[in-house]
């Protein structure tokens, strides 16, 4: 009987925990860019960041998930460290919001989240649909979870030895706080951690002021998941936001563990359910110590920076090396400077464009994820140097400086654009290939590849251009566009004389393969951009494109052919 018991708690732990991951993931696809904007807006006043952070957190279900996304701007430099502190401080209450919601009976609506869900998910035409009915799938294993655990649980509450177990192990008040503080670490998260205990509270197995105690550990526990994150990171500054969240929850925990026995007689005098009386500690806790260090945010942060100093370093792609603050007031030299690390953010998406191929042909998913951390370090380098310009021409530029501050804008723009494009859409694409266990036919891979290796020649042929200004090559860059319209043209009729052979290759990967020639020509119209500043310099550009209206009848009928031959190419 006990060993069955322990499996019926561990499976419901786990749906609990893949319940709370469903909703968290669900609400990051249907709004994650919108809560990061959002996120990006508010963090300039503290108190109105830990609003914020309460909303963001009540939503996610995840203080982890608010921490790392803070984690990630103030590496950036996008936020201060104080709103960041005060998002934490917010996003700490937040997790409190659904804890309380869980601790009323809410299994009847179980079924009807779990219906809903289904329904969006299998049903919804769009996206934003089925990723709420992903949430609403989430809400519901968790309700049932709960469920459960408390009947898994019934018939433990009278064996002798498990009531003894359990109180052996939660006797001592500060081996309890660890053994919370392990629970929610290895869980990632606190709430799970805390639903958990109220539902061993309801069944007898813990006393109130033990399960206060689980409820502590849990508070801290959660704390040193962004703070393991962030190891990796050579930088000690990324580290003052998990650190500053991590000093908080440990000084409420000295504070309160002393107290615990006071608190069980006061909240007992109030509140006689003990599941009620674990969700009320949780919230008045969080509360607590956003109160206490809400007021000397400023100064505490201004602590962890001496503390933790910045520390640039070669290892970590994202930080810039070549943006010298001291010499902005010499914008020659500071252009050089960001001309350096614009290169250098061009070599990062050279790599990119590399690994992308290999992963699409190989199905290697060690390099999706590869792509993705080098996606993130282009846009914080493409941050850095927007940054960096904007302080230059804040003093006296000539009419070449000014150009020139312009030319390193675009490429940056249009280098962290590539990013996405290779991040989002080709992995993206991977990633449905290596599912569905596919691969191109001899001749379409070959044809892939040598696509790609023009795209990438011609990246490198840019960065030339920009570096020299040569008008020579920048000439040779714009025409390679006419080449790749030609040859996009050219594969994606030998893949419809494929497709009519009947070969099964080419049919199941139909999708994939005219969708990654569709994103590499988006790449290389990026690409050639680069080009356009030396010719508009060198008075080698036309105003327009556009074939004047009083031209010759037969020249406009050839156009008329050559655009309708380009036309099908894309179509295919």
Known sequence: MGVRILLDLIG????????????????????????????????????????????????????????????????????????????????????????????????????????????????????????????????????????????????????????????????????????????????????????????????????????????????????????????????????????????NRLVGCLIFLPLLPLIVQLMGRFEHSPVRMVADFHTLFNLAMALLFILPLNLYARMLERLLPEVKTSEDPSVPIYLDESVI??????????????????????????????????????LVGEISDKDNAVDRLNEAIKLYIVKVTHGSLDDVEGQRAMEILNLAINLEHIGDIIDMNLMELAGKKIRGQLEFSDEGARDLEGFHRIVRDNLRLAMTVFLSGDVKAARQLLEEKSRIRELEFAVAEKHMARLKMGRVES??????????????????????STAYPALEAAGQLNRTRLKPLDAPLGKKKTANGKMARQGAGNAH
Not at 202 to 231: C, D, K, M, Q, R
Request: aromatic content about 4%; hydrophobic content about 50%.
């Open 12 to 247: 419901g732990v786990a749906l609990l925990l893949w319940g709370l991951y469903m909703v968290q993931t669900g609400i990051v696809r249907a709004y994650g860019a919108r809560i990061r904007r959002f996120l990006g807006r508010v963090l300039q006043n503290k108190y109105h960041a830990f609003a914020a952070g309460i909303g963001v957190t009540a939503v996610l279900q995840s203080s982890t998930a608010t921490s790392l996304m803070l984690t990630s701007f103030a590496a950036a430099g996008l936020v201060q460290l104080a709103p960041a502190l005060a998002v934490m401080l917010g996003a700490n209450v937040g997790t409190t919001l659904i804890v309380q919601l869980l601790s009323f009976d809410s299994s009847i609506i179980s079924p009807l989240l779990l219906t809903t869900g289904v329904i969006a998910y299998k049903r919804g035409a769009r996206t934003v649909v089925k990723d709420l009915g992903r949430v609403a799938i989430g809400l519901g294993l968790m309700l049932l979870s709960l469920h459960l655990l408390l009947d898994s649980l019934a018939p433990a509450e009278h064996v002798p030895v498990v009531r003894e177990l359990f109180a052996a192990v939660t006797n001592e008040p500060v081996l309890t706080l660890l053994i919370g503080a392990v629970l929610a670490w290895a869980s990632h998260s606190s709430v799970a951690t805390v639903l958990l205990t109220m539902s061993l509270v309801s069944s007898h197995f813990l006393t109130p002021a033990a399960a206060l105690a689980l409820v502590l550990g849990s508070n801290l526990g959660s704390a040193f998941n962004p703070l393991i994150e962030g190891l990796g990171s050579g930088n000690p500054a990324h580290r003052r936001m998990p650190v500053g969240n991590l000093i």
């Open 329 to 366: 007031d010499t914008p020659s030299v500071a252009l050089a400077c960001a001309a350096r690390e614009t290169m250098r953010m061009g070599d990062i998406i050279d790599g990119m464009l590399q690994q992308s191929m290999t992963a699409i042909l190989t199905n290697d998913r060690g």
């Open 507 to 528: 049919i199941e990967t139909s999708a994939l393969h005219i969708d990654i020639l569709r994103d590499l020509k988006r790449i290389h119209s990026h690409i050639c």
